[in-house]
């Protein structure tokens, strides 16, 4: 899996980047979570820039279960409304 510059692993699909971010790996002046957080941000224009993103908190196990079944809900009945 890739590793960004600051050592966070992260994976593309189409234009979104997914970095998972640990907290021990934050600066100081920067933990604001308190937990580690998987950040999505989109590339602009053209070449590899990027949007400052969301940061999704991973403060428990079932967090990101829920953040796919959120993603999953939202699709499922967009696709449906059409």
Excluded: H
Excluded at 4 to 16: P, R, W
Excluded at 48 to 60: H, N, Y
């Amino acid at each position: 899996m890739p590793v960004d510059s600051s050592g966070n692993l992260y994976a593309e699909v189409d234009n979104i980047r997914i970095t998972y971010v640990q907290a021990a790996r934050r600066a100081d002046d920067k933990e604001w979570a308190g937990s580690d957080v998987m950040r999505i941000q989109a590339y602009k224009g053209e070449g590899k820039r990027l949007f400052p993103g969301a940061e999704f908190l991973v403060s428990d196990d079932l967090s990101f279960v829920r953040m796919v079944e959120a993603l999953c809900e939202v699709y499922r009945t967009g696709r449906v409304e059409q």
